[in-house]
């Protein structure tokens, strides 16, 4: 899915963030064979792919201070949301 597909898909979940900037990571995700044999545990169910990692900067006014709150959002290939990560 194209980046900004994806990016309407979290802002029509979380609309909170729609006013703030944010960049995009790919990560491989590919399993590793050697550290899968290693720890004895079976190849991961699924093909390989890549994921992608959205960060949110969002300005918080805290009084006379400015803060800002970090939000990640990582979603696989196929545009499913994993997790989602917040700043205090």
């Not at 491989?28 to 991961?44: E, M, R, S």
């Not at 805290?62 to 290939?77: S, Y």
Request: hydrophobic fraction near 30%.
């Amino acid at each position: 899915m194209k980046n900004s597909e994806l990016l309407k898909r979290i802002l029509n979940k979380m609309p909170e963030l729609s006013d703030s900037e944010h960049e995009v990571k790919e990560i491989d995700a590919t399993p590793d064979i050697q550290l899968n044999k290693k720890l004895g545990i079976g190849l991961p169910k699924g093909k390989p792919g890549k994921m992608k990692v959205f960060t949110f900067m969002t300005k918080i006014s805290l009084g006379d201070e400015e803060n800002q709150k970090i939000t990640r959002v990582t979603i696989d290939d196929q545009g499913s949301i994993l997790k989602v990560t917040q700043s205090k």
